[in-house]
């Protein structure tokens, strides 16, 4: 299982903390982390991930492997810049945002249109024409948010195998 | 001067009809379009645009350029998907957003990151704990919506030609 | 009609000249060139094209269109890096190779694995277990490479019209 | 360490046998594997890493990590169809091309114009002006393969890590 951590390289030390733990907990339960790389609350993820034993992924928007934070197993050099906010996110079977910029509304964006479950932690707020879009699956802690992400990959890990089944 | 007019490939009426008048004023203003050249709000601004002789660009997201709309003139067959949604808008000196949906989101993500004047008719609203975020400027007419992006584009090409000096 | 340019940004003065009197003569046929935007041999072939009329894309691989030549009209800014290159090509009906280094191999690769006519001027050989690889159609001159160019790339459009019509 | 295995999604028997090995003898190494994720070389790569206990990645084309062959670990899912071909080769410390078309071919390019070492076995010969480009380091068996870019990579590592201590 593979859950995608997001939010921006710069960030409070709240969203830091909430990040690391979210990555502890993903790796206690046996999630593989991939995120984009970077400092901040990718950094935090993946530190927090790499203290319990876990695996961590970063899709780079550079040309050079030596940007990845120093907690990331397999840095994957895209050298596509922010495109590469839509590979994060399609390559996880569940989203965590914490906080976030636009960088990272993007990165929402794209979870919403591949219809891969984004549980959110302090983070964006959409609506169009008055009414909020409840897409986004609101926690208010580490944990809870680990527990959603993880149960709706399981599902949705499932359905993928199911689909390919039928094929 | 390069205007990016971005919404979903399928749309209401009324957005077809605000997207075409937009397509229409800009090509009177000189101004060329660039767009994901597929249908709906993107089709309609194309077609505006050609019926005031204006010249159209659409980036696709597929590997073939038969899927774009009969109004693009130049057709850039990227083959990277969603991911060439970060194209559209930076090649642009002002977005102008017609509805959209999470396609419309990820462009409206990008174009703010990247500081492009981003103009918005009935499109997304973004708010992050509990304060809305008014950096999309917003608008209620196509013909306000030209006139901003039309200057704003015009001071994002001086300043742009201003740091190329300086250079 | 939309042909692509490719070769190196820094290029001898003779392939500048083959460039530039590719440029010329496209333009004279009525055909848009499309390139990679920079110096070299994009740059001479887009003002060739400018000094008869002609219409110039460049899909730059950065993230400023102040980085494209002075003779691209349709400068699209990926930020995609090398991996523009895909998009160079795939957006041609032809692709007309003058020299190069390895970046014009990997267009020249895309080139031919999408069954795009490519004509070489001076550009690289392939072979395998001792075999040469005759995809590429070798030309000695500017003229003839445009009229290969432009007679393939009307074959080909006219197969993409049955296509469609076809579905 | 993380070494690329390239070559074509359908291959021979023979180079189906030989990318396995090489497969294998990467995975006793220590090294990862980091390919296109699909079937033929890609396929048989991961398999023999996976039969000695290597880690696998497959930096995917579409959009779907169900289209990954059974032992990919890690399907990073791009929806870049082939511009995701340089994403394979940068995030290699070395690369080891067994047999390959064009696709291939293209991240042959990317690899030398990243100046990232390149193992041949039975690949593509380039050469231009009637002189051969000697910049593919060719060799004749798995062993001598994974020989030459494990202890290739390993000086790249270490050139990295001066290059960031330097900074």
């Keep these: 299982m593979i859950i995608a951590v997001i939010g921006d390289s710069s960030c409070s030390s709240e969203e830091a903390k909430l990040a690391e733990t979210v990555g502890e907990l993903l790796a206690q339960r046996g999630a593989s982390i991939i995120c984009g790389g970077l400092g901040g609350v990718m950094e935090a993820a993946c530190r927090g991930a790499k203290a319990k034993g876990g695996l961590t992924v970063g899709i780079l928007p550079g040309q050079d492997s030596s940007t990845a934070n120093p907690w990331v197993d397999i840095p994957v050099v895209t050298g596509m810049g922010e495109a590469r906010n839509a590979a ?5 079977q569940a989203v965590i945002a914490v906080g976030g910029s ?16 984004l549980i959110g932690l302090n983070t964006w707020s959409l609506s169009r024409d008055g009414r909020e879009d409840h897409s986004i699956i609101r926690v208010q802690s580490a944990s809870e948010a680990v527990d959603k992400a993880v149960s709706l990959a399981k599902r949705r890990k499932d359905y993928e195998i199911a689909s390919q089944s039928l094929c």
Excluded: D, N, Q
């Excluded at 993007?106 to 891969?116: N, V």
């Design 88 to 92: 994060v996110v399609r390559s996880a």
């Design 102 to 117: 636009y960088g990272t509304l993007s990165e929402i964006a794209y979870a919403l249109k591949s219809k891969i479950p």
